[in-house]
Nanobody, 115 residues
Framework: QVQLVESGGGLVQPGGSLRLSCAAS????????MGWYRQAPGKQRELVAG???????NYADSVKGRFTISRDNAKNTVYLQMNILKPEDTAVYYC?????????WGQGTQVTVSS
């Protein structure tokens, strides 16, 4: 079992920044990839960014150049630095952790971009 705890969401004005954190505990040694998804009201959950143990990183086209994913393996934590935020970035952001044959999800953290 892997437990994921997210933090860092909130309300920010357009053009602002936020940093999300996701700390993994439990059987975290088996994690080979972590990432962030988001889900806006009335929309499907979509990939925002992902990072593997081999440091392969991928981003959704909509966030390239604005968001940065990073991982601290010693702390079993993944971060999402979000810059130049736009109203369309408003969503619940979910952390995920992949182990062989299973994906774990965090509880989600709300990000609202509004003036």
């Amino acid at each position: 079992q892997v437990q994921l705890v997210e933090s860092g969401g909130g309300l920010v004005q357009p053009g602002g920044s936020l940093r999300l954190s996701c700390a993994a505990s439990g059987s975290s040694f088996s994690i080979y990839a972590m990432g962030w998804y988001r889900q806006a009201p009335g929309k499907q959950r979509e990939l925002v960014a992902g990072i593997t143990n081999g440091v392969t990183i991928n981003y959704a086209d909509s966030v390239k150049g604005r968001f940065t994913i990073s991982r601290d393996n010693a702390k079993n934590t993944v971060y999402l630095q979000m810059n130049i935020l736009k109203p369309e970035d408003t969503a619940v952001y979910y952390c995920n952790a992949d182990v062989p044959q299973r994906r774990y999800w965090g509880q989600g953290t709300q990000v609202t971009v509004s003036s």
